[in-house]
């Protein structure tokens, strides 16, 4: 069983700057990439940023601007979202994402499995 435990969120003032962290833990043989998705009320659930386990080769939203920062620490098998310079339409449910190989076979036969957090509320406002 494989869990992604997410921890950052909460209220910030439009200017202000959060990290968020989440947490892989449990039968795993390898993470191939972390990343963080969002979803705003009525809305779609969209990419925000990825980075690869191997080269940390990262995928950033274009939107963003360059205020946000992904980052990882593979030993943890933890990756993080700095977040400045927020914005009002930064509030949104991130969620957590990681695409593994469960097992060597997995592996072997190009299997990936997507799991997903549950979600930390970021709201941005004054």
């Known amino acids: 069983q494989v869990q992604l435990v997410e921890s950052g969120g909460g209220l910030v003032q439009p200017g202000g700057s959060l990290r968020l962290s989440c947490a892989a833990s449990?039968?795993?043989?390898?993470?191939?990439?972390m990343g963080w998705y969002r979803q705003a009320p009525g809305k779609q659930r969209e990419l925000v940023a990825t980075?690869?386990?191997?080269?940390?080769?990262?995928n950033y939203a274009e939107f963003l601007q360059g205020r946000f920062t992904i980052s990882r620490d593979n030993a943890k098998n933890t990756v993080y979202l700095q977040m400045n310079s927020l914005k009002a339409e930064d509030t949104a449910v991130y969620y957590c994402?990681?695409?593994?190989?469960?097992?060597?076979?997995?592996?072997?036969?190009?299997?990936?499995?997507?799991?997903w957090g549950q979600g930390t509320q970021v709201t941005v406002s004054s």
């Open positions: 980075i690869t386990s191997s080269g940390g080769a990262t």
């Open positions: 449990g039968n795993m043989f390898r993470v191939i990439a």
């Open positions: 994402n990681a695409r593994l190989n469960i097992t060597p076979h997995e592996a072997a036969l190009g299997i990936i499995r997507d799991y």
